[in-house]
């Protein structure tokens, strides 16, 4: 369903103005702390109810043309699995931690994020866009080639990511991804085996990976296996969101839920649970931004305006002439602009409906003028009959002692 965010499209209005989330702890998991941080992170995996993977690529092959059928984007995707690579794998798991006992309106879960190196033995080829994408996002390049966890395609029976993705799929935890086709086509290609060379044989071994769930009692159970962000926010939204790439997705779907905790409605709160202190000496942790901008906080959607945005970034989530283009290329401009426009249209909904509600209760005084009129004037035609009456009386008694008279003279 679509958040309702109803009348109240910014937080200014609302007594609550912390933050839920501003900042993410992310565990760098590298060939140095494997050892010592694996057993953590097959327990945080095994006790989650959905884990979210998301991969960080070296390319992704010829984009040309990307409106293909099924078999023909399948095609180009195996392709790019042959010679492209995995520079990061990124784990994030949400343990359901029970809702509020009081007023039943906010789920709570427990997360834990993992960031995992990898360092293909074998040559491959590096785009420079995906290059520019990863730069402008503070990946570190030089931390995958010093610190990397290495593996092989063709030794991946015994490497230490294919034991990872045997865990999860036996662990049978709900996994989300975001146009998860290209991650999961790598992690089969990379992680698994071969990719098969039809389409209907991929779809046959992820119907294996993920099958028919288990019919469980659990109100909080999810009932399928495979989730992806950019599906759902397409097509299983009572209003589809305007775009659908990652950054949009993700910020829109914040801002709405921390609208739904300053107004007092269900939400989620994420609580970010620490590793065991014997892993914490051994890893390096980064702190990932992404506290919601005091604009939304207070409100303030001035200065706001179509022609400040850059189109190309505002509809596909990048830009090719980045470095060069003067626009904004700030998904909470774009969002925030979105607000906008629907302050305006609520509040012209709201002069429509006041106006109609005027005209209807002019029409119903005019009406009711009418009737008092009308009934003034039965009225006064009441007494003009009476009138009549008395008037014709006075004649019978005038002709009826004319008649006397001359009677009496005869």
């Known amino acids: 369903m679509a958040p309702d965010i109803g009348n109240n499209a910014s937080g200014a209005d609302c007594e609550r103005k912390e933050q839920l ?6 565990a760098e998991v590298n060939c140095d702390n494997l050892n010592i941080i694996w057993p953590q992170l097959i327990d945080s995996i095994k006790k989650a109810q959905l884990i979210s993977i998301d991969l960080e690529l070296s390319g992704l092959g010829e984009r040309a043309g990307c409106m293909r059928t099924m078999p023909e984007r399948y095609k180009r995707t195996r392709e790019a699995t042959r010679t492209r690579s995995i520079l990061s794998v990124g784990i994030a798991t949400f343990q359901f931690n ?8 906010e789920l709570r879960y427990k997360c834990r994020v993992f960031d995992l190196l990898a360092l293909e033995e074998r040559p491959f080829v590096v785009e420079p866009e995906a290059l520019q994408f990863l730069s402008s996002h503070g990946f570190d390049f030089n931390r995958v080639l010093t610190h990397g966890i290495r593996y092989s395609k063709t030794d991946s029976k015994g490497g230490a990511f294919h034991s990872l993705w045997e865990e999860i799929i036996a662990s049978g935890v709900c996994i989300a991804f975001h146009n998860g086709l290209t991650d999961l086509a790598f ?34 159970a999810m009932d399928c296996a495979l989730w992806d962000s950019k599906y759902l926010a397409e097509h299983q939204q009572a209003q589809a969101f305007s775009c659908t790439y990652l950054d949009y997705v993700f910020r829109k779907a914040q801002r709405d839920n921390q609208r739904f905790f300053q107004n007092e409605k269900p939400h989620l709160t994420v609580k970010f649970a620490k590793l065991r202190r014997n892993v914490r000496q051994v890893t390096k942790f980064s702190q990932l931004n992404c506290g919601l901008k005091e604009s939304f906080m207070s409100g303030d959607l001035v200065n706001v305006q179509k022609q400040m945005l850059c189109q190309s970034y505002a509809q596909f989530g990048h830009c090719r002439y980045r470095m060069n283009c003067d626009k ?4 909470d401009f774009l969002l925030d602009l979105e607000d906008k426009r629907a302050q305006i249209r609520r509040e012209r909904e709201r002069r429509r409906r006041a106006k109609k509600e005027e005209t209807n209760e002019k029409g119903e005084e005019s009406n009711g003028g009418g009737e008092d009129e009308e009934e003034e004037s039965e009225e006064g035609s009441g007494g003009g009959g009476e009138g009549k009456k008395s008037g014709t009386k006075r004649k019978r008694g005038d002709d009826s002692q ?8 005869h």
């Open 21 to 26: 989330v501003e900042t993410v702890p992310v």
């Open 98 to 105: 029970g809702i509020d006992t009081d007023q039943r309106r």
């Open 402 to 409: 004319q008649r006397i008279k001359t009677l009496g003279k």
């Open 328 to 331: 904004e290329h700030d998904v």
């Open 187 to 220: 992690l089969h290609e990379h992680f698994y085996a071969p990719l098969p060379e039809l389409c209907d044989q991929f779809v046959a071994n992820l119907a294996d990976w993920f099958g028919e769930r288990e019919a469980t009692d659990d109100y909080f």
